[in-house]
């Protein structure tokens, strides 16, 4: 399982590029415009010069509305500016079509101009608050429009959680319909340590965090701190060694 880490901010981004080798990809996004909040693309191109090269960027688009033109320039914006993971949430479709239309959109601008960018189509477990497309529908969206991962975040940043809106086994079953279409399954959502036994358990292949790894588990006021990412490391490896010991087959 790969870590996902989302710094506001470049200094954030210097404090994550300490922890670089305790986390997989660094995200960026500006929590104040939204849950995916897109990040100005100058702020893209600081935190790319921030971290080490070898370690993959990642941008938020934003909670995007249906309007794929806007949305398809906004993410050849984000690989431009030097993101090779470019995320777009899906806050403003309705349906399973509008949602295609937007990353059909998205995935012609991106790998138009870099092939081997990755694609991430992103819904909201909480889908039911904002009258979103159904969480178990993106990735069939993710996979008709070329996508390379399907994600569910959480749209309303109020304490609730993942699982607060759905269930691990609506989780689980999320996961296997990204992996049957061939995808990367990605979630977050107020993630904790806590939850990466189930994580682990249903195969999730990319965990995002932020208030995990922030002073005091806040998002918006704690700043993310590299031996609170070291720690949530550890957590995820000590899982990921239990997995694999529970799928060994027992000698003789």
Known sequence: MLLLISPDSVE???DCAKAADHLDIVDVKKPDEGSLGGNFPWVIREI???VPAGTPLSATVGDVPYKPGTVAQAALGAV???ATYIKVGLYGCTTPDQGIDVMRGVVRAVKDHRPDAFVVASG???AHRIGCVNPLALPDIAARSGADAAMLDTAIKDGTRLFDHVSPDACAEFVRLA????LLAAL???VTAADLGPLTSMGTDIVGVRGA???GGDRNAGRIRPHLVAAFRAEMDRHARQQAAATV???G
């Open 48 to 50: 790319r010069d921030a």
């Open 249 to 251: 087959p027992a000698a």
């Open 12 to 14: 954030e981004a210097r």
């Open 80 to 82: 431009v500016s030097g």
């Open 179 to 182: 992996h049957a279409a061939g």
């Open 124 to 126: 909201y477990a909480d």
């Open 188 to 190: 977050a959502g107020s």
């Open 213 to 215: 790894v922030c002073e």
